[in-house]
């Protein structure tokens, strides 16, 4: 099979990977963008598919003029699964790729062998658990969000809304234009660390003084549906048997442990649950990495030869971050260099998420919810009880053979939902795990069916 070597590789269509492929095409390098979904946007403008378009899509998004530019000066391979990235030494991996929907029986084998490769590969949402997270009717925000703005589903008619971060403001906001009712958004850290981390520094603040608008907007629909916003609080608990009927809350302390007296029980038939995200990295083996996020220079390039990343890959810090990033990763991997402008508007974008950070970030106190009997890794069922006995009864401070013993992070999703979640309660049994990050690293980057792997021919496997 031919193997493809283009100028620049992308992956990713999300708003880092839109940017990315602009620059590095307006520089005269031949690129070829890659999404494994269905068209371009990511998850921040996810959109209905093409075949049932909305009347007028723009006010369901923010920045839809800039998608809507860089989707048209882009050309998008859609569709397209990296499964393997196969490593050198001196140039960037070679990128195995399955083209054709998931779900499919017959897609199609294509390798590309780039000059330069941009990895734009997103986040995954992290929910921490609590005792009945496993119900049905138990989302996670996204989840939800992506149902509602993909599919226009409303997951329930009496939600609520919980956790930590301003992206659980546009989740409520989209809930309510599907005909949800919103019973309340509930934010875990209290009123004095959020005045503390938006108020400091306010000067930091000018260069993103646009989102003011967006915050403005979603607190006018909450107000105007009379949805309450309530910080300190957090859902520590879901009951139900068929599905979530009711949820217990807690108001919580600084640390996120639960302060005992406070609980009280809401009636819901859904409920919306998001701590953050976590940078998705499986095609960055081989890249420096520090708490889980790629780290790259000024200009994008990460450790390996030939390879850049931009977005939330490289750390959480929203969607101006992740299109700075992406400008100056995509100019930067044609042969081209960044200009002061966009060296400044990445670095005040920075200044924004180390902000996020300091407001939402999660806190150890959050195991004060958890008992025994919960669920931590829903793929295998393993609970937290399973974990903490296998860490005492093993003696072992070694990831690997406490997730073999355990089962945990094992199942179908590979430890996407669990595995940071794993690693940190196994690291507080332990004492200090020897080789955390193991949960991150997965040879084979995505599903692929033992049959298409059985029908590939010796050219097109490594």
């Known amino acids: 099979m031919t193997v493809e ?5 992308v992956v990713g269509a999300g708003p880092a990977g839109l940017a990315a492929a602009d620059a590095a095409r307006r520089a005269g390098a031949q690129v070829v963008l890659l999404d494994a979904a269905a068209d371009a946007g990511g998850q921040y403008w996810r959109h209905l598919p093409k075949e049932r378009p909305a009347a007028n899509e723009r006010v369901l998004h923010h920045g839809w003029e800039r998608f809507a530019a860089l989707r048209g000066s882009n050309e998008v391979l859609t569709n397209a699964q990296v499964w393997l990235a ?3 030494d001196d140039r960037p991996p070679t990128l195995h790729v399955l083209v054709g929907p998931a779900d499919g029986n017959h897609r199609v084998p294509r390798t590309f062998a780039p000059r330069a490769l941009v990895l734009a590969t997103g986040a995954y949402e992290r929910t921490l658990p609590f005792p009945g997270w496993e119900l049905p009717g138990v989302f996670t925000a996204g989840a939800a969000q992506a149902l509602a703005k993909s599919e226009r589903i409303a997951v329930g008619r009496r939600v609520l809304v919980a956790g930590a971060g301003p992206f659980l403001l546009p989740v409520a906001s989209t809930l309510l234009r599907t005909g949800s009712r919103v019973v309340g958004v509930l934010e875990v850290n209290g009123w004095g660390r959020l005045r503390k981390a938006w108020t400091a520094r306010p000067a ?8 003011a608008g967006e915050l403005a907007g979603y607190v006018r629909d909450l107000a105007r549906h009379r949805v309450p916003y309530r910080a300190g609080l957090a859902v520590i608990a879901a009951h139900g048997t068929d599905r979530v009927r009711k949820v217990t809350v807690a108001r919580l302390n600084p640390l996120w442990a639960p302060i005992p007296g406070t609980e009280r029980d809401i009636d819901v038939d859904a409920v919306c649950v998001s701590h953050g995200f976590v940078p998705r990295s499986e095609l960055a083996a081989g890249c420096a990495m520090a708490n889980g996020r790629v780290l790259t220079d000024e200009n994008g390039l990460t450790s390996v030869p030939g390879v850049y990343a931009a977005g939330e890959i490289t750390g959480i810090g929203g969607a101006d971050l992740a299109l700075a990033e992406g400008a100056t990763a995509g100019l930067a991997a044609a042969g081209g260099t960044p200009t002061r402008a966009q060296m400044r508007t990445k670095k005040e974008q920075r200044r924004f998420a180390v902000r996020l950070e300091e407001a939402h970030g999660i806190r150890q106190g959050w195991t004060g919810w958890l008992d025994d009997t919960t669920i931590v890794c829903r793929c295998e069922e ?3 009880g399973d974990l903490r006995r296998g860490a005492h009864d093993t003696g072992s401070r070694g990831l690997r053979s406490l997730k073999l013993s355990t089962r945990a992070g094992l199942g179908v999703c590979q430890g996407r939902v669990c595995g940071r979640t794993v690693e940190e309660l196994l690291h507080r049994h332990t004492g200090g795990l020897l080789d955390p990050g193991r ?5 084979l980057a995505a599903f692929v ?4 792997l059985a029908g590939l021919t010796q050219e097109d496997t490594p």
């Open 439 to 443: 949960t991150e690293n997965r040879p």
């Open 382 to 384: 393993v609970t937290a």
């Open 86 to 88: 196969e490593r050198h």
């Open 449 to 452: 069916r033992m049959g298409e």
């Open 204 to 211: 930091e603040l000018l260069s993103t003084r646009h989102k």
């Open 5 to 9: 070597t283009p100028d620049v590789l």
